[in-house]
């Protein structure tokens, strides 16, 4: 099992940007395929991007490609979401996810963090 815990969200201006971290328990964190969502207010959860377990490969959703990067630290147990360009439309809570297994955007992780705020204004 993993706990998981996000950090770095806050208010930031339209086109500025924030770096949120995802720090893991445990020991076996590399063995995890790691990931970030988000939830607007009303909205539906929305897959953001994902990473290998070895930081090899990353995907993300369209919305966010060549404003938002996904990086992981194995060594420290932590992973990343560089986000740039932010819109007020990225204004979501942000949530990190884990699992063994080998899971897409369309998929249920297992593990979840409590989330972190972010919100962009105009």
């Known amino acids: 099992q993993v706990q998981l815990v996000e950090s770095g969200g806050g208010l930031v201006q339209a086109g500025g940007s924030l770096r949120l971290s995802c720090a893991a328990s445990?020991?076996?964190?590399?063995?995890?395929?790691m990931g970030w969502f988000r939830q607007a207010p009303g909205k539906e959860r929305e897959f953001v991007g994902l990473?290998?377990?070895?930081?090899?490969?990353?995907y993300y959703a369209d919305s966010v490609k060549g404003r938002f990067t996904i990086s992981r630290d194995n060594a420290v147990n932590t992973v990343y979401l560089q986000m740039n360009s932010l819109k007020p439309e990225d204004t979501a809570v942000y949530y990190c996810?884990?699992?063994?297994?080998?899971?897409?955007?369309?998929?249920?992780?297992?593990?979840w963090g409590q989330g972190t705020q972010v919100t962009v204004s105009s």
């Open positions: 990473i290998s377990k070895s930081g090899a490969n990353t």
């Open positions: 996810a884990a699992d063994t297994s080998f899971w897409s955007g369309r998929d249920n992780p297992r593990y």
């Open positions: 445990g020991r076996t964190f590399s063995t995890y395929r």
